[in-house]
Structures are given as structure tokens and as C-alpha cells.
DNA sequence: GTCTATATCCGGATAGAC
DNA sequence: GTCTATCCGGATATAGAC
């Protein structure tokens, strides 16, 4: 595998073990494989190393979203897009973790940037709401709130889920549904 | 107000906005309105202040559910444990961010006390959701993953609420409350 | 592209005067 | 209790040989 990416691979992994702060370019090189002058050749700075991997990542989560059929029903449209929304996080704790653990360690401009990016994909969401609420099938008493309460329930599961735990990914899935769909009465 | 004091509010103040491994024992000191030297009279060491900051945060949430009259009724119960949830964190949003954020620079000893301690504050909602769901009074087809649910739900609250925001603390209250009624059927 | 070596600075923590 | 001064290790980033 080449160094630029074994170089982000380590950094993800070290930065959701242990923060960024708390990681230095000598660990990832480490883990990466080589020694720290040889880091810079792949990433101008540790701070556009986090940056870049932040903004992929939710480039990324966008794209994933955009492969998704989304239903014309509401009800449907958010079933599909909360087994999405689980689906894809479970399968990358490490990059959604430090997503939004790590946003206050960008400078100010690189923040704005991936906000931005966040907002973008939380739109989708309360797109969905908002049509489920004007269609009468959903119970949303603010749209914004559901769809900020919705995305801290899902993202939440990416805390303690564990492949080898007491449930599947497909039980947890479908009990998150569950939860969901009850959350707005539909 | 006297310097530990101080030091604590500074200490809680800056790690919320930066993180533990961000913030350096200079800056605490300049924000405490001291020299570095003076703040070793108040704390034995960076990872004890953290530690300390946490667990008694934990000691006086728990404390303060204790205070709370939670009713026989186990959708009262819920409803009074959404409540007293939501305006404490509310009232402390820097202490509740760095609850979460900063258990992984905690040393592995003070990571399993604050954990233990988080645990039995959760029981308390594990309880009334058993309760709920035995009377046949809420749908909850898992008891541990819809009291990880709620907590995510309602803990989120902190990351965007502002007073000075569109919606008032009484108005978010009743809003989450109603979701989380739902989430359980009740 | 990667290495070794290094410049430069900042980190936590302590010593000892007041 | 607080101050100034300092120890010493480790941080990011760069330079120049290969």
C-alpha cells in the first residue's frame, strides 16, 4: 500500500484512540511505517492531515448518501436513510468518531468548511421530516430538533456498537428503526 | 473567589473549548489569574485536575437526581428524569461536554471509576424503562439500547442550545419530552 | 521518497526566595 | 500561597545526504 495512504489510516486510527491533540507526527510515523521527515512528503502540516480527513470523510458520507434511493414516502425515505445513516458509521467508527470529536482542533476556517459539509448532509434529513410532516404521516413538532435529536440517537449507537456484541448489526438495526419511526409517530 | 476555585472553572472553561491535551498548564494559570507555579498548591498533576473535574461532576448529577422526587408511575418517572436531564445539562453545557469528550485522556484506573459512576447514573433510567415496559405502559423491545438512546437523545441538547436561541429552555424541554415519550410509546 | 540530524519552541513539573 | 527561574523531555517542522 502506498505511504499516503497507510499515513492516513494510521492517523485515523490514532486519532480516535487518543485524540489529536494528544498524538504527535512520531507516533503516526511510527505507525505508519516510516520515519517522521518522510510524513511530510505525503501532508503539508499535522493540521491539514486532520482537515483533509474530516472533509473526505463527510465527502465521502454525501456521495454514500447520494447512491441511496431515497422513497418518495417520507416513512420509507427515513427507514432507508436511517439504515444508511447506521450502516455506513457502523462500518467506520474510527472516521466518525474523530468527525465530530475533532472539529474544535480545525482553525476557525476549516471548521466553517466540514460545518458547512455537515449541515449539507443533516439537510437530506430534514428534507425527508419536512415532507413527512406537511404529508400528515409523521407527528414532528419542530423539524429541526427531530432531525438534530434523530442524528444524536443514530450516531450515537457508534459509542458502544461492537460487531461481537450482544446484537447483530441487523438487530440493531431494525431496533433503531424501531426507536426512530416511533420518535415521529409514524 | 478563592484560587482552586478558580483554577477548576478556568480548567473546565478551556477544556471544553480546546480539549485536556490542547490546553497547557500555562494557559490554565493565565486564565486562573496566576503564575504556573501556583497552580501545583491546588492539584497534584494535569490528570488529576481532569479527573477530579469529572468525577465530581458525575458525584453531583447523581447527587442531584437524588434530589428529585421520581413518581411511582413509570411515565411520570420518565417524563421527571427527561426534565431534571435536560436542565441540569443545560445549566452546565462546558462541565457535560468535557464528561464525554475527555474520558479517553483519563489513565485507564480513572477511566473505570468515572465509568462506573456513569453507569449507576444511567441505571436509574435502565430501571424506570424496566418498570415501563413490565407494566406494559411503554414499548421498549430493548431495555439497554433504548436507555442509550434517550441519554444520546437528550445529551445532544447540549452540543447546539443556546438561551439565547430561537427556542427557550421550557420550550426544548417540552419538545424532547414529547419525543422521548414517543420513542417509547407511552 | 526516505533517511538522519537538527533548529526551535513549548510542554509538565519542581526548587527555592519571599 | 505565590512568585521567578529552571530542568528536561518531547513537540512540529525543516535541511540536506542518499
Same sequence: chains 1, 2.
Avoid at 7 to 12: I, T
Avoid at 90 to 112: G, H, K, Q, S, W
Wanted: aromatic letters at 8%; charged letters at 25%; proline letters at 3%.
Amino acid at each position: 500500500m502506498e505511504t499516503g495512504q497507510r499515513l492516513r489510516r494510521a492517523a485515523v486510527s490514532l486519532f480516535a484512540r487518543h485524540g489529536y491533540a494528544a498524538v504527535s507526527m512520531r507516533q503516526i510515523a511510527a505507525e505508519t511505517g516510516v520515519q517522521v521527515g518522510a510524513l511530510y512528503n505525503h501532508t503539508t502540516d499535522k493540521q491539514s492531515l486532520l482537515f483533509d480527513l474530516l472533509s473526505d470523510h463527510m465527502d465521502d458520507l454525501m456521495a454514500a448518501l447520494d447512491q441511496v434511493v431515497l422513497p418518495a414516502d417520507p416513512v420509507l425515505a427515513l427507514e432507508a436513510f436511517t439504515r444508511f445513516h447506521l450502516r455506513y458509521h457502523a462500518e467506520r467508527p474510527d472516521a466518525v468518531f474523530i468527525a465530530y470529536m475533532e472539529l474544535r482542533n480545525l482553525t476557525p476556517e476549516n471548521f466553517m468548511q466540514v460545518e458547512s459539509q455537515r449541515r449539507a448532509y443533516e439537510a437530506r434529513l430534514e428534507e425527508i421530516l419536512r415532507r413527512g410532516k406537511a404529508g400528515g404521516v409523521m407527528h414532528v413538532a419542530d423539524v429541526k430538533l427531530a432531525c438534530l435529536a434523530i442524528i444524536a440517537l443514530l450516531t450515537g449507537v457508534t459509542t458502544w456498537f461492537r460487531p461481537a456484541g450482544r446484537l447483530s448489526q441487523a438487530e440493531v438495526e431494525d431496533i433503531y428503526w424501531d426507536m426512530t419511526r416511533r420518535l415521529v409517530d409514524a
